[in-house]
């Protein structure tokens, strides 16, 4: 059954659901090769490149919105920093660190719902000087509509940013504030106005195998560019501070699961790798995905960019 369905998606052919949900339960016992078919995968349609990206969170805490995972939003009891708008000038020396750490993107993140219209003049700004220092600049502002997306592609936005972050069966059950179908319409106003989409999840939120792979299909027929494997941490203060990590193998499962879903997409593993995966962190590439998140996250550490780029050289792949 895995040799056929390899084959299936090496000769172009999209896997269906009940493909997806085959590779979802495999036995244990056939893990490792699941694992190397997606390296193969990954090979056959995305080569021996790796994109790197990595964030600046640009204005932190005081959300209004809800979301149970999330260490800045209204129900967060956590200890995290909290200030207004970052200056411009502390934004573009947070970029200069990363451009000569060797990434090729760099995105600007708000909290909140969406970023207010002096926000967005000023992220705009932004924008410009990372593009001009040589970067390809994308932005996390929230719930931005199309005449708010086309502000920013014409100060030079390459791509945007917005998660789908679970099954629209699964999401009520993680925030009820906005709605699925206001993500979805975040990313369809992002595709109209021509700019990149970068949209994926989080995993270990509590959602079943169904909940992933219908996701992941969502995220198919969306025409999505770059799809973020973030898994959950469980950040003290936070609703799902209780919430148990994945397994290191179940976590390399998802990642395996999307390459095979989606193989022509960037399939990039940010937040919480290096705290679900622990020693298995090594692996990333062997299991399917060719793009990282490198550096801290928003409001946890990440990995040092040093460790990325000795990763990727120890594999023998080149940094796009």
Not at 128 to 147: K, Y
Not at 148 to 157: A, D, P, Q
Not at 299 to 309: F, I, Q, S
């Amino acid at each position: 059954m895995l040799t056929g369905l390899t084959e299936k998606v090496l000769r172009g052919e999209l896997l269906s659901k009940e493909d997806a949900h085959l590779l979802a339960y495999l036995e244990e016992s056939f893990l490792f090769r699941l694992f190397c078919a997606a390296a193969e995968i990954r090979e056959r349609f995305r080569g021996r490149d790796v994109d790197l990206c990595a964030v600046v969170n640009a204005k932190s805490g005081a959300c209004p919105e809800d979301c149970s995972y999330c260490a800045q939003s209204k129900q967060s009891n956590a200890e995290i920093p909290m200030y207004p708008l970052m200056k411009r000038d502390e934004v573009i020396k947070r970029a200069l660190e990363a451009r000569d750490a060797g990434v090729r993107r760099f995105s600007i993140v708000t909290g909140g719902r969406k970023a207010g219209k002096g926000e967005l003049r000023e992220i705009g700004s932004m924008v410009q000087e990372v593009r001009r220092i040589g970067l390809l600049p994308c932005a996390s502002l929230g719930l931005l509509d199309g005449e708010e997306l086309s502000l920013l592609k014409e100060r030079g936005l390459e791509r945007y940013h917005h998660n789908l972050e679970t099954s629209e069966r699964c999401f009520s059950k993680v925030c009820s504030t906005h709605t699925y179908g206001d993500k979805v319409r975040t990313i369809e106003a992002a595709r109209k106005v021509g700019l990149s989409v970068c949209s994926g999840g989080i995993f270990g939120l509590g959602e079943s195998w169904q909940d992933r792979i219908d996701m992941a299909f969502a995220l198919q027929g969306l025409g999505v560019d770059s799809v973020p494997v973030n898994f959950l941490i469980a950040v003290k203060g936070t609703p799902l501070e209780a919430q148990a990590p994945l397994h290191p193998f179940e976590a390399l499962k998802i990642i395996s699961l999307c390459r095979f879903i989606m193989p022509e997409n960037e399939i990039r593993v940010c937040g919480g790798r290096r705290q679900n995966l622990g020693e298995f962190n090594s692996f990333v590439f062997m299991v399917g995905a060719d793009s990282l998140l490198t550096g801290n996250y928003l409001t946890t550490k990440g990995t040092p960019y040093e460790d990325d780029l000795r990763l990727i050289q120890h594999y023998g792949l080149s940094i796009k």
